[in-house]
Every structure is written in C-alpha cells, then in structure tokens.
C-alpha cells in the first residue's frame, strides 16, 4: 500500500505531466494473478499437470498453477491476504511428497512436478466440500450471496454428489449484529478466515476472531470489539459464502439481477476503482475493482456509501428566477446574464470549477471561461478536508482536484478569495459549475451572495446555493456519466454512466458547450464545431492533445455491464 | 380447343406420369400478353406461416419467382446465446410447431454430444424420445396432408385428418402437458416418464388411426380432381435434391434414398424393423404418397417400440445436469445449489462444437452449437430443412400455372416457424 499513501509527494508528479498508468480494465479474477517478475529474479522451472514453465523463485504454488491454466479452486486464499491453508481445497500433488500440498501455503521450488487433479487430489477435495456442507444451512432461497456464492461455484464444480446424511445440522447464531455496517450469520460461515486477516491486514485492527472448536466452531468479535473499523465492508466482498452481509444491501436485490459497471470511487483524492452494482436503472452497492496501482482489492466502507448522493435531493430540471423552466429558456435566461455581464466588461464575470468535476468538465468550462469569455477570476471549490489514514483514505475528499489544478494551470484561485472578491464588488456575475462545497459549512453567510448582479450554478443537489441562483442549471452526477478523474497519484481514471441521470439533469461539459452556443462562441473539440459535441469521449481526446497531465490518459472500450448472473462468484 | 389424354410436352416432360389430361396449346392460339409481377402473400390463405412470392407472370404462367422469407424471424439463434441450454427448448418448440418434439429431441441430442453423455441416455428415455417423435411426425405429415388436400377441395380429408392428429396431440397433451409446445426433453433425458396407461391408448389411437389414414387415401389418391393437380406438376429430380440439400420426404420422393434414423443412426431406430418410401417422379403426388407412407411408418414404429421399451430412469443421474425433485431440494443443501445452479447458471458445456443433425418431419434437422463453457451456447444455428426445400422452388414453379402454387407449395410444407427461425 505504500506507494498509494503518499498523497503530497505524488501530486506533484501531475503539475509536471509525469506517464500514468493507464486505469486497469474490469477483470473478474478467476484465480490467481500471474505472478509479477522483477528484473533479476531467480528464475525456477515447475512442471505443472505436464507443462513446464518458469516462475520467479519462492512464488506461491496455486498463483503458478492457475496462471499455468489449471484450476485448482480455494476458500481461504486471497491474494491480497495472508494463506492460513485451511480451506484444504487447493491441495495438490507434488511429486515425492507423501501427502498432497496446501499449494497456497507452499511456495515453488525448482523442479517441483505437481500434478493439480489426480484421483486422489479430487477425491480429498470432494470429501472437503462434503464436510464443509455437512452443517451448511440450507438458505440459498434467503441468502444475499446466492447467485454470487463461491461455495455454490465449488460445489457444482468440484463435488456435484447428492447428500449422504440427513442427520440433524449443528445450529448457530442467525444473526449477530457484529458492527455497525454488518450481520454476521454464523451458520453460513465456513470457517476460511478471510474476514479476520481482512482486518488484521488490511484495517490493522484485529476486530475478529474463531472461538469454539470443531463442529462448534464459530466466527466472532474479539471480546470487547466491534466490526467498527473503516474497512470493515471489505469482509462482506471478500466473504466466500453469505456469513457476513452488508446492511446496507441485505435483502434489498437478488445479486443474480445485478449489473456491472466499472468506475471509480467519488469519495475522496485515492480513487479507488469500483464496480457499480445496478439493477433496473437504479443503484444498489458500489464493491471494489481490483487494481494494483491505486487500491489492490479494497474500499473504505464512506466510499460505498457515495452512491447514495445520487439520490439526495437532486436538482432535476432548470430553473430561472426560482421556477421550474425547460432547457431552452434556462439557456437563454444564463446567456442573457452573462452577456450583460460581459458588456461590463470581462472582468466583471467569475467563474467556479469544482474538484467534484470531471476532467470533461473541467476543460470544457476551461474552454468557455479562459479562451472565449477572457475570465480573469477563477476558483476551484471542493470539499473540505477530512479525516484520513495512511491505507486508503485521503484527507482531500475531492475526486478531481488534481485535474482541477491541472487543467486550471495555475489561474485558479480559492474560495477565500472569491469571498473577499465578492465583498469588494470585484465581480458582478458569478458562474459555479458545480456547487458542492462552494459555500462550505458557513452557509449563505460565507458568500454574500446578494452582493452579486447575478448567479449562474450549475448543481447536482437542491440547496442554498442552487436556490439563491438566478439561473439553475441542472447537471448529471458522477454516476451518470462518462468521463475520468484524475486521482492525487496523477492517474487519470475513467469513470462510466452505471444509471441515466436525474430528471433533465445533462453532463456539464453538455451544459457548458450549449451555453457558449447561445452565446455566440461555439466551443470546437477535435475541431468540430456543434450545438452540443458528440461524445464525452470527444471531449476527452481534445483535452488530451492540449493537457500534458492527461498526455498518457485512455478513454478505454466501450463495454456493456458485466451481467452478475453470468459472473460466477464474487468473494 | 381439343382435350387428350396425351401428356401434354408444354408442362411434363417424357416419361412422368402426367397422362390424365393435357391442353394442346398451339403457339398460335396463345395470347399475347405483357408479364406483369403480381404478389401472392405475405398474408394469403395459400401461404402457410406467411411467405411472400413476388410472381411474375404471363397470362396464368409464371415465368419468375422470388420467394421473400423472414416474416416470422424471431430471432431463434441470437436469442439463444442468452439462455441458458435448458431455456431453449422452448425456443426450439416454436421452430416446427406442428412437431416440437421431433425439435426438442434434435436441440437435446446436439447438446448432449456435446456433453459427451449421448451413450448414457437412459434406454428408457430413448424409447420415449422415437415414440414421442414418431407422433410428432405423424402430427406433421397429418397436418401437410390435411392442408394440403382442403387447398384442392378436399375439405373432408382435412376434417378427418386433423380429427386424427387431435387424438395425438392429446396424447402429447397427456405426457407433456402443453398440446403445442410441448418442452418435454430436458438435456440427459425426458422432464417426465410417460403417464401410466398412456401406452394402451397410444395403440388403440394408432388403430383407429390407420382407419382415418386409409379413408383419406380412398378419397384422394384415385380423385381425378386431385391427380390433375398433382401429377406431374412441380417435379424436383433426384440430381437437383441433392444439388439444393433437400432432405426429408420431399428429397425421397425425387428417388434420393436418404433418411437419417437410417443412413445414420441414432437413439434406438436400428432396433426398428422399418421401411423408408422412396418415389420415382419426384412430383407433388409422389410428395404426398410418401408422407402417407411415412405415416404407416410411424405407426410400426411406435408399435415395435412400446412392445420393446424398458422400464428405468428417463434422466441420467447427474446432479450436474438433472434437477432434484422439491424434496431433495428443501431437505439438503447439496440438492438445494445444484438446483440453484442448473437454473441459474444453467448446464455448463464444456468448451468445442457440434453438428447434430436428427430426421424431423421435413428432413434433415442439424444444430450446430459452439460451447465456450459456459451454460449457455456460444453460437446456436440451426438446419432448418424448409430452409433448403423451398429454396429450390424458384427452380420448380417457373412454367406452372398459378393455381399449381398451391398443390406445390403446400407439399413442400414449408413452416415458417422454422424456416426464418
């Protein structure tokens, strides 16, 4: 994690338009990643099932197997965890070992012959499953993680026999309120152990614990603990079977009606890439994509709460003088304002950028401001700071504002200073694209606003900003649209619409190329002027000819949502 | 103008049977007239699951045909491709909906070679399969015949005709539960065995039926108004069947002795004592009178195989492939994912390809599936054998009559459920 922690350092990286990693694309890991080779690795030879390959030394033997393209199947092995072995489902056969292998616990040696499904390694794995489903409950019809189980998978895939007991199951408790985001059900719980190195690994806050023995044996909270750690959700994901279900998604979507769509986290400067869980235009979970630049495998529990801003009083239609209006005469009355605006002269007009904004965004009103309007006051607003940890989180809780500063290129100025300018009568007209953050926690006393001729913002949500405005313009949230954030890494990332936007809400590079249509200055991406460009994707590529930060940036496929049901198994 | 008993050399060439009545039409006495195209379809009672054909005709003569199809394309193939192997039987239900099991048998067969499970079949399920498919043919032939003959007046046959193919889809009724849509296979077997008693009344259905069969053979195959349309009109010979991949009755009536269940074996048939009719002319009659017999067939088939069939499973005993009854299902957690995950996920195929090709009602019946293992196909096409039988008419109804379409196209059988999938 180290290298994603040092938020300051690596900021400077984008002032000077250092490459980027391209952002991974969405990959459902069916086994292990292929292991990484250093230059100056000591190279061993293994011969897996027949096939001979080279591997750095001392590299974990189910990683080599499943990069060799066997399958060789785990509960307890995750590769962004510690191996305890002790799921005893990815066992293998060396060649001169008595016994087969734990192959996640061993590592590889030099001409190691391992053979990954002899009679004997399947029996032991079909006896395996069958003792784990001895007391398994038969809960699938009311199990959050059916669709999406992984003992389901191994099931079907690895044992498929009918039950040769109907003897009485062990009970357990069904539901344990274990932490504030979480329900432990312990019946499920196949004792893998994941969540409890999810803790002690990844959060450092050893929350969880195995106590009883045997059949009896049961997951729980350390005593005196709670599941309270920031990174407490990562368990539920990382939870082979539905032990641990997240309150928040429990009972709300079956996961077999889910879709997937890739994009990045809007929580704060990391980005950590996600997934957005949707099913009928409607969204239900955000889990972590797995990319080893920016986050490995995990989230912060605030992050999968970010999607819920998507639906908190969002502004959904535009309005002028506090009615509700249609599009064209919202235009008209914004371009009237800061026509006359400009009439005073160019100097007279301020213009907001958020740190909320895509680059899209951004460079657009960049576009409209600097280079057809001649602004001279510029902001970024954003969000302020907050808490943070050397794992994940950032103390900037803007996704953007490296971007921001990027494409502002050192025109912008901060909120403070719009304030005084404000107060000095400095500017008469002020155009916010984005209004989160704008006015901070003092409210309308912070920014007197009726000191201004007139307001144009642009708004996701309802509020005082939006409200004292002249002209209120509509724009589509961060998971409505397409286009990319630049993390405090410099790593520019994309983000793509997972639901259609709320009401008439449009995106705000949309917005502001419709704007400066109606005011006689047509903003041309990749040198074709129109009313509204084509594509965000337009937008995009235009901004990357001209932005050096953005130089190594890709748009990526075009894909459709990764439908859940076809998945196979998450966790 | 004079009438004869000649053949007549301007509509059947030597040696046809076409000896009943010919019109001796000096060039002179024609008529000059202009070719004009003229529509018959989409929507006429003549074009059966809807088919347009643009004519173009000179007087009552068609000098061109293009045969537009599609009207009832659904989509069969690309749908499949988001279905897991099991939802597509009702898919396949719908391709030669007046014989879906002799499709759902196909689509099963294809799969399960696939599967590498087609020696495993139970022996039982395999009886079923012919006797379900043989009626299902019977039902096919039944409905050709029937519509076949009410399209030249005969409305009786089809009266008596469909009396008779009642009784059989009641029959399927009874074992499947849908009269039509039967999607009673299941990959690795039969969704149920035959209901108990099922085959004492199969066989007296069968009696009773030969009565029917004969009965409409008396009214038709001596009918002078009938052998004037039939005879000699719309001759395919052997050479251009083959040319044109037409199979099923209408290639056998062209002398092409092909037949699947025996040039290639499959399920039980070589465990049948069973003849394959074969004409000579290769024209609509000999289009007929093999249906007729392949009805006979049918029957003897279906005879010998309720007299031979073994009592057993009618599912192989996969918990991969077969669905757990309700009880195993709530009463243990093994039964209860394998359920899960047969519906949800579906059987999954292990990765390759496969043509399988099976004799349904109007030939050679072939689904090519492409598995990336997963549980649903990669590529699901079908063979459809209208598709290839009425490709071949633009060739056949050029120097017919109008009125010829009918006869013609109604033994070609054409359906279009199957042909534009």
Known sequence: MSETTDGQKTTLKIMTGAPVPAPAEPLYATGAPAPVVQPGTEMVTVTIDGKAMQVPKGTNLLEACNHAGADVPFFCYHPGLSSPAVCRQCLVDVKGQPKPVPSCYTPVADKMEVTTASPRVLDIRRQMLEFTLLNHPIDCPICDKAGECTLQKQYFDWDAKYARNDGIKVHKAKHVDIGKHIVLDQERCILCTRCIRVCAEVAQQPELTMAQRGDHEVLTTAPGKRLDNPYSLNTVDVCPVGALTSKDFRFTMRAWELQATPSVCPGCATGCNVEVHTSREQIYRLVPRENPYVNQYWMCDEGRFTYKRIYDDRLGQPMSGGELVEWDRALEDAARLLRAAVDQGPGKIGVVFSAQSTNEDLYALSRLAFDSLGVTRAYVAGLDQGWSDNILVSADKNPNTAGAIAIGGGRLKSLMDLANDVKSGAISTLLVVGERGVLGDGGTSALPISKLQSLIVLGWRKGPLVNAAHVALPLADWAEIDGTFTNRQGTVQRIRAAVPPAGDALPGWEIVTLLAHRLGMPLEFGGRPSTSPPSARAVFLDAREKMAFMKNADWGRTSLPIQLRFANSRG | MDTTLTPSPATAPAGTRRVVLGVQEPEDMDLPTDPIPLNMGPSHPAMHGTVRMVLDV????????????????????????????????????????????????????????????????????????????????????????????????????????????????????????????????????????????????????????????????????????????????????????????????????????????????????????????????????????????????????????????????????????????????????????????????????????????????????????????????????????????????????????????????????????????
């Open chain 2, 58 to 421: 000179e007087g009552e003569k068609i000098s061109n045909v293009d045969i537009q199809i599609g009207y009832l394309h659904r989509c069969f193939e690309k749908e499949s491709e988001h279905a897991t192997y099991t939802q597509i039987f009702p898919y396949t239900d719908r391709l030669n909906y007046v014989s879906p099991m002799l499709n759902n048998i196909g689509y099963a067969m294809a799969v399960e070679t696939l599967l590498g499970i087609t020696d495993k079949i139970p022996e039982r399920a395999q009886y079923v399969r012919v006797i379900v498919g043989e009626m299902s043919r019977m039902t096919d032939h039944m409905t050709c015949l029937g519509a076949g003959a009410m399209e030249l007046g005969a409305f009786t046959v089809f009266l008596y005709l469909l009396k008779a193919r009642e009784w059989f889809y009641e029959m399927l009724e009874e074992i499947s539960g849908a009269r039509l849509t039967h999607s009673y296979m299941r990959i690795g077997g039969l969704s149920a065995d035959l209901p108990e008693g099922l085959t004492t009344k199969l066989l007296d259905v069968i009696q009773r039926t030969r009565g029917v069969v004969d009965e409409c053979g008396k009214l038709l195959n001596r009918n002078r108004i009938f052998r004037d349309r039939m005879d000699g009109i719309g001759i395919i010979t052997k050479d251009e069947a083959i040319a044109w991949g037409v199979t099923g009755p209408v290639g056998r009536s062209t002398g092409l002795d092909y037949d699947v269940r025996k040039d290639h074996p499959y399920l039980v048939y070589d465990q049948f004592d069973f003849d394959v009719p074969v004409g000579s002319v290769g024209d609509n009659f000999d289009r007929y009178m093999c249906r007729v017999e392949e009805i006979a067939q049918s029957m003897r088939i279906i005879e010998q195989a309720i007299a031979k069939m073994p009592a057993g499973p009618v599912m192989v005993d996969d918990p991969r492939l077969r669905l757990p009854t309700k009880t195993e299902t709530y009463n243990s957690i093994e039964a209860m994912i394998a359920h899960f995950k047969v519906i949800m996920d579906g059987i999954h195929v292990p990765p390759g390809e496969v043509y399988s090709f099976t004799e349904a009602g109007n030939g050679e019946l072939g689904f090519y599936i492409v598995s990336d293992g997963t549980g649903r196909p990669w590529k699901c096409r079908v063979r459809p054998p209208c598709f290839a039988n009425v490709a071949i008419l633009p060739k056949v109804l050029p120097g017919l009559f109008i009125a010829d379409i009918v006869p013609t196209f109604g033994m070609i059988n054409m359906i279009g459920g199957e042909c534009d999938r």
